[in-house]
């Protein structure tokens, strides 16, 4: 609790205003695609297109050290199969911090899977599936992620998907002191991405587009190497869940969860890893 204290004081100390926006000509960079990516709407929408030459991303302008990250997205309707559309946070590097939300497209009918990974001093392999419970090529839903020095929380419309404590005391590394960008791409992996690759993209469906608006980043942003932020953040530096988050938490594992690394015996046959012992909040 001290040590927490500690850093949050050095963190409010210097105060840097922290970016809260939602138009994507001031806060993001088309990074690839040779065009294939476009922001519109006078930077309110941003589309991402993928061909069989080429998919595209785009990367936040800032790179930040914990707050609150939301964006509106729209995914690959249609035959999406072998597509992944992703918005995630992370650093650079061989040993990167990384947040990720994936989505893993589906032949037509057939419901997308988020895939959700965290990784800390370049370790992830902490995957986490679930199915959602709408169709998200309909409409646009907000995905967001809450990251501080405590926990990363996973959330779909404002409903918490996945929890990642951080477990530093029983020897788990926990992303806090490398700043990460935010970053989205549209992407071909049919190597993998649908029923493990068994499925291949069609490209009869091309080209494949996905849709992003309403991106808020209410964080710290690091500034010449060094995070700040101001004395309004604290209210996403010690949120947790409350009870009825975690009612709706259980309600998503128990219901929509594929797949959870911390429940495959097989792959842990010499016991599961440390964090997975931790509560969920």
Known sequence: ?????????????????????????????????????????????????????????????????????????????????????????????????????????????????????????????????????????????TYSVLWNPRRIVFYVDGTPVRVFRNSEGAGVAYPKSQAMRVYASLWDADDWATRGGLVKTDWSQAPFVASYRGFVADACVAASGRPSCSASKAGWWDQGLDSGGARKLKWVRDNYMVYDYCRDAKRFPGGFPPECSQPLD
């Open 1 to 141: 609790m001290a040590k927490l204290s500690l850093i949050r004081a050095s963190f409010m100390a210097a105060m840097v205003v922290a970016s809260a926006s939602a138009n994507f000509l001031s806060d993001v960079d088309i990074t690839w695609g040779d065009g294939r990516g476009k922001m519109l709407d006078n930077g309110e929408l941003l589309q991402l297109t993928l061909d069989r030459a080429s998919g595209s991303g785009f990367q936040s302008k800032q790179a930040y050290l914990f707050g609150r990250f939301d964006m509106k997205m729209k995914l690959v309707p249609g035959n999406s199969a072998g597509t992944v559309t992703t918005y995630y946070l992370s650093s650079q590097g061989p040993a990167h911090d990384e947040i990720d939300f994936e989505f893993l497209g589906n032949t037509s009918g057939e419901p997308y899977v988020l895939h959700t990974n965290v990784f800390a001093q370049g370790k992830g392999d902490r995957e986490q599936q679930f199915y959602l419970w709408f169709d998200p090529t309909l409409a646009f839903h």
